[in-house]
């Protein structure tokens, strides 16, 4: 009994995890990428989406660290 607890405990970190990484991986696909395609002769442009891009990465890079501890 004690171990089906811990086991359904773990279980609900790593599904919220992945739920938001799944919806910032699909935002970043679906949002950035087709803009810098079409920014491309912009240099500000692309160099803040990459930015833009930079910080849903690095989110996604936090949410995954704060599941391992």
Known sequence: MQNDIKKSKKKAPIICAAVVIAFLGIFLATIL???IGEVMG???A????????GVIIAAIVGVVA???Q
């Open 66 to 68: 704060a599941l391992r």
């Open 46 to 53: 692309v160099g803040f989406l990459l930015i833009y891009g």
């Open 33 to 35: 990428f087709p803009l």
């Open 42 to 44: 912009e240099a500000l």
